[in-house]
């Protein structure tokens, strides 16, 4: 079966710190993989692609599929940078169970 | 655009009662799709619709959910009897093919 894994539930970072978000996959053919964010109070919205290969927010995602792995990174986290992160898989739309990113002053 | 549309936001309701929720997907868009999301499982797929047609239930968790899209416009997910396990933010999305989705605001869901 397809699925999506996410393996750290919650993720704290200090502001100015690198933070990398985890998200590996299991999939038989090419996948095609989103980020998705939710802020606080905001609806889930797409974050990146990986077919994009740009950098929104100052975050990228590389796709290694070698190591069937999608890991969201970012240099230099912000405060506004906390939120609900969801790695998907765009061929069956399910995602992963997600990391709430806190990032403190 | 407004968006997707979902109704209500919050729902709070007794164990036994049904619950109907409501999505409204953009226009234009042929894919609908229904989430549940919770701390301990985070998003869940539920059911999603092709052109009004479903094509996998397999996330349905039991038969008291049931899930409907008469036209393209509308789809409802239904819960009859409804349990306190069900309570949890549910979402709905659309998206047209190949394109990325875009989330209805979602209904949280109490059930006591």
């Known amino acids: 079966a397809q699925r999506v894994t996410q393996p750290e539930k919650l993720l704290s970072v200090f502001k100015g710190a690198p933070v990398e978000l985890k998200c590996n996959y299991s999939?038989?053919?090419?996948?095609?993989l989103f980020w998705y964010v939710q802020y606080s109070r905001q609806r889930l919205q797409l974050l990146l692609r990986?077919?994009s290969r740009e950098s929104i927010k100052g975050f990228t995602a590389d796709l290694n599929k070698g190591e069937t792995s999608f890991h969201l990174k970012k240099p230099f986290a912000q405060e506004e940078d906390s939120a609900m992160y969801y790695c998907a898989l765009m061929d069956d739309m399910r995602f992963g169970a997600g990391t709430r990113l806190t990032v403190k002053p | 655009d407004a968006g997707v549309i979902q109704s209500p936001r919050h729902e709070v309701t007794e164990m036994g009662q049904e619950v109907t929720l409501r999505c409204k997907p953009i226009?234009?868009?042929?894919?609908l799709f229904w989430y549940r999301q919770t701390m301990m499982r985070g998003l869940e797929l539920l059911i999603y619709f092709n052109n009004n047609v479903p094509i996998d239930d397999s996330g349905m968790p039991e038969d008291r959910f049931s899930a409907k899209m008469p036209n393209a416009s509308f789809s409802t997910l239904k819960i009859q009897p409804s349990e306190p396990r069900d309570s949890a933010v549910y979402f709905c999305?659309?998206?047209?093919?190949?394109?990325?989705?875009?989330f209805g605001p979602g209904t949280r869901l109490t059930v006591l």
């Open positions: 990986h077919i």
């Open positions: 999305a659309s998206r047209t093919s190949g394109n990325e989705q875009f």
């Open positions: 999939y038989s053919g090419s996948p095609e």
């Open positions: 226009s234009g868009h042929d894919y």
